[in-house]
């Protein structure tokens, strides 16, 4: 019985948990601003090779 209450009230895989939400989380976040940061550079990138006078990439 004693067993069990202790294994109730143990949180350290909860805290493994969150952490791992947290982690999950902001990776979501770095990706999806590198994802934007790459379209705006191609973008820009694009529009410096047109002013340039050559053909701009797909």
Known sequence: MNL???????????????YGLIAALIAV???????????RLKVMFNSVVTAL???AAT
Do not use: P, Q, Y
């Not at 294994?7 to 948990?17: L, Q, S, Y």
């Not at 976040?29 to 379209?39: D, F, Q, S, Y």
């Open 4 to 18: 069990i209450k202790k294994f109730i009230r143990d949180e350290e895989g909860v805290t493994a948990i969150e």
């Open 29 to 39: 976040v770095i990706i999806g601003a590198v994802t934007n940061l790459g379209a």
């Open 53 to 55: 006078g050559g053909t």
